[in-house]
């Protein structure tokens, strides 16, 4: 049995790497956070119950459209840091919303494609195959992406080019259980990544759009019809972010300060780069929300009609600075005031209280290492390439030369092609290569796909939350997570992926049509959202759920 700790790889910036686990959100604190609201305690606060789908609300009382809004990269802990410096949005919804202040993600690992794919359909990688934001596909030999779908082409964007679809996520989504009730609604996906406004919105949507940086427009794929509708195709003639050729991000209060980044063409020393990585990118995407709910006409169907928005900018910005940065904070206060131009919206559109929305975020993100040894906590740099050197030169030693490894996503992959050609048992080559990986430095747990599909570790935290990561066709063969605070990721910044609070702890809150303010302290997973939202819209709980419906936030 191979040593077994905590630990995560982070595929940013390094491409035949490992991620680490993610999930479980060990050793996270239980205790009510300050800033948020009352606190509810007693009858009103009980531990989430079994609410039978439908049975929950009159059809009349139902909303008219369901706004479900994901941040990219934004922990929990960001609500009560800047609480003071909020003013819009964020009041709103910690105000008069239902407020999960412990609700953790329970899988492994920790990024975006898995976090958007767990929100709308409630099921952890192992049920719905997405297992990162990208796998070694053993039957095509190459590295595929959670939404990369050769079958379809890309519009509006570079002529040729492949576009992305749902076809690799394996379940349902809220949206897809409300089409199949014989709903009557119309259901949009947006936001800067492709990933992100196709696994929330799932299946059977209408259409999902993300941004295109190389042409500045909002692209599809023809997974959603043959061409864009006209609304998208003006919007992108019009250019999306014309409006901020010249402009400067400066930090908010202070306009005439220094800016943090521009895009004036004179001031080339501090330029912004992408719009994905400013506040800006969650602007544009704020703005085509709006334009969608308007030629939709999302709001006005027989059905509740849903529309899901991501916002990317964020993790960027966070990937760049990490969570103690000015940059950061600067970002949390302009999401409240984008997120607060999007509540007020809605009510004008649709009237007040006429929307139900519900916010939550992928993932988080771990400190800056520099920025942790520098006040004497733990945490450092760890050297993806060497870690796989290692076990590449463990594998040399006991089996001779070969190409043991292949470029894998998540985890560590071996040469299933090499092992059969060379006679090799796998279980023994998966049992060289883990203890290769365990004897690395800062290395916590290593854990290989035998012990997943044997059912072992699946009694504490850490262990739940690989098992709950491992889908045995996608899933890699060996995982590595490293200790508290220490990251794969070389040069600067930061990222995220492991099972640790800091990773896994995010914003979960309900508000609008029929919520139940309050602020709720129980521990819950992010994975009941779906199962309550299709209680809440009287349809079949999403066919992967895993988690009870939250019953307090009923109204």
Known sequence: MTQKLMRNICVAAVAAMIIVLAGAGAGIANAAQSGVGPVKTGAGADKAGTVKAGRGRAEGARPKLLVAIVIDQFRFDYLTRFRSEYRDGFVKLLERGAVYSNAYYVHFPTVTAVGHSTFLSGATPSVSGIVGNEWYDRTSGRVVTSVSDEGTELLGGKEGAK??????????????????????????????????????????????????DGTGHFVSSTYYGRELPEWVTKM????????????????????????????????????????????????????????????????????????????????????????????????????????????SFLDARLGAGRALVVLTADHGVAPVPEVNQARKMPGGRLDAGQLMAAVRAALTARFGEGQWLVPGGAAIYL???????????????????????AAFPHIARVYTRDEEERGEDGTEPVGRAVR???????????????????????????????????????????????????VYTERVTVNQVAPTLAAMLGVDAPSGAFGEVLKEVLH
């Open 236 to 343: 992108n003639e019009a250019g999306p972010v014309e409006k901020y050729r010249e402009q400067a991000w400066r930090p908010l209060g202070q306009e005439g300060g220094e800016p943090f980044c521009t895009f004036a063409a004179a001031d080339k020393s501090k330029a912004c780069g992408s719009i994905d990585a400013t506040p800006f990118g969650n602007e544009i995407v704020e703005t085509f929300a709006e334009k969608a709910i308007e030629a939709e006409r999302l709001g006005t169907h027989e059905g509740t009609d849903i529309l899901t928005i991501s916002f990317s900018s964020n993790d960027y910005v966070g990937h760049a600075f990490g969570p103690d940065s000015t940059r950061v904070r600067d970002m949390a206060i302009r999401t409240d005031r984008t997120i607060g131009k999007l509540l």
């Open 415 to 437: 040469n299933d092609a090499e092992l059969a050609r060379r006679g090799v048992d796998a279980r023994e080559a998966r049992r060289v290569a883990a203890e290769a990986a």
């Open 163 to 212: 576009g992305s679809s749902p076809r690799r996520l394996l379940v349902s989504t809220v949206g897809d259980e409300m089409k199949m009730a014989g709903r009557t609604v119309k259901e949009i996906g947006v936001s800067i990544k492709d990933r992100s406004a196709i696994l929330p919105s799932g299946h059977m949507a209408d259409g999902a759009y993300w941004f295109d």
């Open 468 to 518: 709950n990561g491992y889908y045995g066709p996608r899933s890699g063969d060996v995982f590595v997570i490293p200790e508290p605070y220490y990251i794969f990721a070389a040069g600067k910044g930061t990222t995220h992926g492991t099972p640790y609070n800091f990773d896994s702890h995010v914003p979960v809150i309900f508000y609008g049509a029929g919520v139940k303010a309050g």
